[in-house]
C-alpha cells in the first residue's frame, strides 16, 4: 500500500486497482446501477445476492485458469489449520469472488426443489480479480449479471441478450456504437473434431483460440501443432461459417424469413432458432456473429458471447453453462446468462458523451432538495432556519440550508442552485406574520406562501414538473 509520511501523520493511498467514490463520482456509478436495476426489473428478472467471499473450491471447479490465477485469496488467521493450509498449500481456504456464476449456481442447486423453471435472476456484486490494472481492467469492480435459469431454449438465450440491449437503450447507446457478438461453442468444438482434433484435445484448443489474440503467432502455431490442428486451414473453415451465418442474420434482418442455412449440424441450426428469437425482439441489427469469441470460462456449454464497442475491452460477456448447476450437486439444469462490468461501460458512455452531467444526475437519481432554506433577516430570522429544515424533513421532503455565515442573499442563492434545488425559501421579516417568499428555481418565479402550506405547495409544484 503506497504511504507517505508528512508532520499529520501516515497518509494512505487506496490499493492499486481499487477507485475511491467520492459525491460525483458516487453519482455515477448510482446512475449506472439504477439503470441496470431498472431495466433487469423492467424485463421480469428478481435481484439476488451472495457472500464477498467463497471457499476457494467453488472456482476450482469449473471457473478455469485465467480466473483461478487472479483470486483475491481470503482467510481469517483465527483458525490453527487454516494458517496451516495456507502454509502448506500456498491456497487459503477462501476467496474474494473474482465473478457470481459459480455463487449464482450454488444458490441455485442448494434450494432447485422449490425454483420455478425458468428463473430469472440478477445481480450487481462487486468483483476482485488481482488483474494488472489498465484501461477498462481494474481490481475491484461491479458487474450486473442476468441469468435464466431452467430454461435450454434459444427463446432464453436471446431473453438475456435482449436484456443487455434494453440497457444501451435505456442510457442512449445505439447499435453502430455496440456489438453483441455471437458464437456457439458446441459448433466450434464440432469443426475442431471435423478437422481431427482428438476429444480430449477440444477443451485445450477452445482455450487456444481465446487467447489467440493476446499470444504471439509463432506461439499459436506451435501450440496448435501440439494437438493436430491445422490452424490456418481451421480458420479458414470457421470463417467460411461465420460468413454463411451473417448473410443469414442480414437476409432476416430485411425481411426474408427462410434464410439459406445449412442445418445439418445441431449447432447451426440451433444458431438458426436463436437468429429467429432475436428478430421477435427487434434487436437482430445489434448482432452479429463471430466464431473466434469461444470464452475463457471453462463452464461455457453452447451459445456464447462479448458485447464490445470499438477500440475497447469487452463490455459484457456470457453464455450457456448447461452443466455447472449439477457440478454443484443440484439437478440436471441449463443456464444462460452474461456479466457486464462498470469499467468499460463508463468509458463507453463518456466516450459518446453520454454520461449526464451533475444536474442531469440530481434529477435522474432524486437527489435534487425540494427547498433550500435561507435567512434573509435578522438574528429571529436565522433562529427559524434549523426548525423549519426540520419541519421540511418531518413533512418528508428533502430540505437543506447553507452552512456559510453570510447574510448576502446572491451568494446564498447560489449555494441553492449548486445543489440543483427547485426552490429557495426565504426567511425575512414577514416570517413573524407567518409568510415565507419562495423562489422556484426551474422557472424564476416568486411567491409569498403561508409557512403551513409550504409542503403541499412543494410536493404539487415537484408532482407537476417531475
Ligand atoms: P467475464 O467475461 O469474466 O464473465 O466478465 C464479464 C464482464 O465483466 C467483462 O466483459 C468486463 O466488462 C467485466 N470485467 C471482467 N473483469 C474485469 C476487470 N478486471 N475490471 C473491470 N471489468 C471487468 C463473467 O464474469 C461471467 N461470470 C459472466 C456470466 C454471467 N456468464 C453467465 N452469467
Redesign the pocket.
Known amino acids: 500500500m503506497a504511504e507517505t509520511e508528512g508532520k499529520r501523520g501516515k497518509k494512505f493511498q487506496g490499493p492499486k486497482g481499487t477507485r475511491d467514490f467520492y459525491p460525483r463520482e458516487m453519482a455515477r456509478r448510482r446512475y449506472i446501477e439504477q439503470a441496470w436495476r431498472k431495466v433487469a426489473i423492467r424485463h421480469g428478472f428478481d435481484e439476488i445476492e451472495g457472500p464477498t467471499f467463497e471457499s476457494s473450491d467453488l472456482y476450482a471447479v469449473k471457473s478455469g485458469e485465467g480466473i483461478l490465477g487472479e483470486l483475491f485469496q481470503a482467510f481469517s488467521g483465527k483458525s490453527p489449520e487454516e494458517v496451516e493450509q495456507v502454509k502448506a498449500t500456498g491456497r487459503a481456504p477462501y476467496a474474494l469472488r473474482p465473478?457470481?456464476?459459480p455463487t449464482l449456481a450454488r444458490m441455485f442447486a442448494d434450494k432447485a426443489a422449490s425454483l420455478p423453471r425458468p428463473t430469472k435472476w440478477f445481480a450487481i456484486p462487486l468483483?476482485y480479480?488481482a488483474?494488472r490494472p489498465q484501461r477498462?481492467?481494474?481490481?475491484e469492480?461491479l458487474?450486473w449479471?442476468v441469468?435464466v435459469i431452467g430454461d435450454g431454449s434459444a427463446a432464453a438465450d436471446a431473453e438475456v441478450i435482449a436484456a443487455a440491449v434494453g440497457l444501451f437503450r435505456e442510457l442512449g447507446l445505439e447499435s453502430k456504437h455496440l456489438t453483441v457478438r455471437l458464437s456457439n461453442r458446441d459448433l466450434v468444438s464440432e469443426m475442431l473434431r471435423a478437422s481431427g482434433v482428438g476429444e480430449a484435445s477440444v477443451p485445450a484448443a477452445l482455450t487456444l483460440l481465446d487467447r489467440r489474440d493476446r499470444m504471439p503467432p509463432e506461439v499459436f502455431e506451435s501450440s496448435c501443432a501440439e494437438i493436430g490442428l491445422d490452424p490456418i486451414a481451421f480458420i479458414r473453415g470457421l470463417d467460411e461459417v461465420q460468413k454463411q451465418m451473417n448473410e443469414a442474420l442480414a437476409a432476416l434482418e430485411n425481411g426474408r424469413a427462410n434464410p439459406p442455412i445449412d442445418r445439418s449440424s445441431p449447432a447451426t441450426a440451433g444458431l438458426v432458432a436463436l437468429l429467429a428469437e432475436l428478430a421477435a425482439r427487434d434487436i437482430l441489427k445489434w448482432c452479429e456473429f463471430d466464431f473466434s469469441i469461444v470464452?475463457?470460462?471453462a463452464y461455457y456449454t453452447g451459445t456464447v458471447f462479448?458485447i464490445t464497442a470499438q477500440g475497447q475491452?469487452?463490455?459484457?460477456?456470457?453464455?450457456r453453462?448447461d452443466r455447472l448447476i449439477e457440478m454443484f450437486g443440484g439437478p440436471p439444469t441449463p443456464a444462460?446468462?452474461?456479466?457486464?462490468?462498470d469499467?468499460?461501460l463508463s468509458l463507453v458512455l463518456e466516450e459518446n458523451g453520454l454520461m449526464p452531467d451533475e444536474a442531469m444526475l440530481a434529477e435522474y437519481l432524486n437527489t435534487r432538495p425540494d427547498a433550500f432554506i435561507i435567512s434573509a433577516g435578522g438574528p429571529e430570522c436565522d433562529a427559524a432556519v434549523v426548525p423549519l429544515v426540520a419541519e421540511m424533513r418531518q413533512a418528508g421532503l428533502h430540505a437543506r440550508r447553507s452552512y456559510k455565515s453570510t447574510s448576502k442573499i446572491d451568494k446564498l442563492l447560489k449555494d441553492a442552485a449548486a445543489c440543483f434545488a427547485r426552490t429557495a425559501i426565504i426567511i425575512d421579516d414577514a416570517y413573524s406574520g407567518g409568510t415565507v417568499s419562495v423562489k422556484d428555481l426551474t422557472d424564476g418565479t416568486q411567491h409569498i406562501l403561508k409557512r403551513e402550506e409550504l409542503p403541499g405547495w412543494i410536493r404539487d409544484r415537484r408532482a407537476a414538473k417531475p
Request: proline share 0%; charged share 25%; no cysteine.
Open positions: 465473478e457470481f456464476t468483483h480479480r488483474e477498462g481492467r481494474l481490481r469492480f458487474q449479471n441469468d470464452r475463457g470460462l462479448e475491452r469487452a463490455i459484457a460477456g456470457g453464455g453453462y444462460v446468462g452474461f456479466g457486464m462490468g469499467v468499460v
